[in-house]
């Protein structure tokens, strides 16, 4: 990031980062006051104020504090230290080695600080603990600590909260009053108990609540449903739900979040407001207006659409009621093989796209993530599908709020929940918890995935938007994915003359020929890179080729035979550099410095 110039003068204050770091165990380290003389002059801070602009270059890049790595919320009182580029809290700079709070007044806290080669290990005294106020995990910076209870709280909840007592009507209309024993006691609110979380409680009412459940928000949109949701406390006698993210059941005696229009729709509180779910606004007030499902075409007559991903020449509806293959043929947005299925093909060009891709609006929601999606058709853009982990140059939904590196491709955005597939019996949902992985029953790795609810099943995106079909060469039939549990035994693979497993997934043909293959052997390890297509990764261009040839092309990085369907070429006349995958143009490519 670019420094900035300050007209403010620099502070007395110096960094946090100057601090003396005396070691407590393997995993932390005290923290003190004293610092390197010869750094204090260069690392002295400065407050951020107006010269950022009215409406401050840290909130719209939502910049976290470098001390607690919390959002910083633009108060003038924070600081920014030139140096470092680096922004701070008041507290966070301010904070003194030890400290004594009233809401814990047995024992005087420590500050301390993860050690940078901390592996954070499981039966750690320190793993991913959590501020007892904010409930936000600790173990990314500073934080204030009591080893002998086992009690943390980050700089900002530690020094400059008034949290003896809460007077919020929105939640409550009484005088809420911390509660200051660690307890079992359950949230009127969230429905959780055994929590390190503070509870606050009102006398009158016999009402709890956790410190991180007041203030939850009234009205709210997340991403896995069409409407919005509202909070409600009242108890509903005559229903039973089960929670449409994660689906355990929903206690009615408790707090929760149900949709605001006519359906059965209702979610945790804590469900509905994880980061990854929801945008963080509070819609109370707001009009509810339905969101414009803006196609991405423009409708000529006829069947005949000028699509904003083709816009030179038109395409034309071609309704595929014999069943003929487009062989060779790839939907230019999904980068399928053209199969079945109703297509638009250009009247002018080789360019299709599936008569679903072609519909796809240019603004979703999606499970996966808390913000809007816009289209992207830009074929010449590498991107890496935060659900799949596939490398892709097709079209995809895009986030473009500040910080916020969220694309995915077609395949992995036309998941939705109950997902079904031909490879298991039962519907399959997303209802793990957030930065939670498991793996992937098939493919052993661990990527975002869904999950059965009736069994242990796991299939990850990668695995779950696989093709079902494929055609090859030397089998006149389809092939289709298998994978079987259970099977022991093995075949071996037409292509590599290997062994596979049916536990590990394969593609086999069901009839009499019996033509066995790994997945990879077949699709390659970019099975949804474009052949003949250019494109750039990292600015540079590349031109996406065919390796098929009786004799497979060699690899400039590795020195290795190409051994998948396609390589990477340079897109420079009579260039010679090759690329077996995009893996090996990483590794070539220098990092920036």
Not at 55 to 75: A, G, I, Q, T
Not at 486 to 497: A, L
């Amino acid at each position: 990031m670019d420094s900035h110039n300050h007209s403010s003068p620099p502070t007395t204050f110096l960094c946090p980062r100057l601090r003396y770091k005396k070691q407590m165990d393997p995993e932390t380290y005290f923290t003190e006051k004293q610092s390197d003389p010869s750094l204090e002059e260069s690392h002295r801070l400065s407050p951020i104020d107006s010269d950022y602009g009215s409406d401050s270059y840290y909130e719209e890049l939502w910049l976290p504090c470098y001390v607690c790595n919390r959002k910083l919320k633009h108060r003038p009182t924070d600081f920014w230290c030139a140096k470092c580029t680096q922004p701070y809290h008041k507290e966070c700079v301010e904070s003194p080695p030890e400290i004594k709070v009233p809401y814990h007044p047995k024992h005087t806290l420590q500050l301390i600080f993860p050690s940078p080669k901390s592996t954070l290990q499981v039966g750690s005294s320190h793993h991913y603990n959590k501020c007892h106020f904010c409930g936000e995990n600790t173990h990314k910076g500073f934080y204030y600590s009591c080893s002998i209870c086992d009690f943390d709280l980050h700089p900002v909840c530690a020094i400059s909260l008034n949290i003896i007592s809460i007077n919020y009507p929105k939640r409550h209309d009484h005088t809420l009053t911390y509660f200051p024993r660690i307890n079992s006691l359950t949230c009127d609110v969230c429905a959780l108990g055994n929590d390190k979380r503070f509870i606050y409680v009102c006398y009158q009412c016999d009402f709890l609540v956790h410190s991180t459940c007041v203030y939850l928000p009234t009205t709210i949109r997340i991403s896995r449903h069409d409407h919005r949701l509202s909070f409600t406390l009242l108890p509903h006698p005559n229903k039973s739900w089960s929670c449409g993210v994660c689906r355990h059941k929903v206690d009615k005696n408790y707090g929760h979040y149900s949709c605001v229009k006519d359906c059965d729709y209702v979610v945790h509180s804590n469900c509905a407001t994880r980061k990854d779910l929801w945008d963080g606004e509070e819609r109370e007030g707001e009009p509810d207006t339905e969101e414009e499902n803006v196609k991405a075409f423009k409708d000529i007559g006829d069947g005949v659409i000028e699509h904003v991903s083709h816009p030179k020449h038109n395409m034309r509806l071609d309704k595929k009621e014999n069943g003929k293959v487009e062989d060779g043929k790839m939907c230019q947005a999904c980068i399928l093989p053209i199969y079945e299925g109703n297509i638009y093909k250009c009247m002018r060009c080789d360019f299709i796209l599936h008569e679903t891709c072609a519909h796809l609006p240019r603004k979703k929601w999606h499970s996966l993530h808390a913000h809007p999606l816009d289209l992207q058709v830009d074929q010449k853009r590498e991107f890496e599908c935060v659900a799949c982990r596939n490398h892709c140059c097709g079209f995809a939904y895009t986030c473009y709020e500040p910080f916020c590196s969220f694309s995915l491709d077609v395949r992995c955005t036309l998941v939705t929940e109950p997902f079904t597939h031909e490879l298991h019996p039962h519907p399959l949902f997303l209802t793990s918890e957030e930065g939670i992985s498991r793996t992937c029953s098939m493919c052993g790795k661990q990527n975002k995935h869904l999950n059965c609810i009736e069994c242990s099943f796991v299939f990850c995106f990668r695995c779950a938007t696989l093709p079902y079909k494929v055609k090859y060469k030397y089998d006149e039939h389809y092939l289709t994915l298998s994978y079987e549990e259970d099977k022991g035994g093995y075949n071996w693979c037409d292509i590599c003359e290997k062994e596979t497993y049916p536990h590990v997934g394969f593609y086999t043909c069901n009839s009499l020929c019996s033509t066995t293959v790994h997945i990879e052997c077949l699709l390659g390890v970019d099975p949804f890179m474009n052949c003949s297509q250019s494109i750039e990764i990292d600015r540079i261009g590349f031109l996406i080729i065919p390796n098929d040839g009786l004799t497979r092309r060699i690899c400039t990085w590795c020195g290795k035979h190409c051994p998948y369907r396609i390589a990477y070429k340079f897109n420079i006349r009579r260039s010679r550099v090759i690329f077996c995958s995009i893996e090996c143009i990483f590794k070539a490519i220098p990092e920036p410095k």
